[in-house]
């Protein structure tokens, strides 16, 4: 974990907007167990809704999420 936080240079600081499915190895150790053992903030959504996470990352984003993890598949 300690090498994950330092690649992604998480600390106490950093919330974490997830919308990968957590069977995902990717959303679950990078977007949820790193920020976490960091210190951090991780928010979650019920299921990925398009118009949920876009209200959350360009409206929100600057007031509370500094990463945000997504996949391209």
Same mark, same amino acid.
């Given at each position: &974990?300690?090498? /994950? %936080?330092?690649?992604?240079r998480l600390t106490k600081k950093d919330t974490v907007l $997830? @919308?990968?499915p957590l069977h995902h190895v990717h959303g679950m150790i990078n977007c949820v167990m790193s920020p976490l053992y960091a +210190? +951090?903030? @991780? @928010? &979650?959504t019920n299921k990925f809704d398009s118009a949920q996470?876009? $209200?959350?990352? =360009?409206?929100?984003? /600057?007031? =509370? %999420?500094f990463v945000d993890m997504g996949s391209s598949t």
């Open positions: &974990m300690d090498a /994950m %936080c330092s690649a992604w $997830n @919308v990968l +210190g +951090g903030t @991780v @928010v &979650m996470v876009r $209200n959350r990352f =360009f409206v929100s984003f /600057m007031k =509370f %999420c």
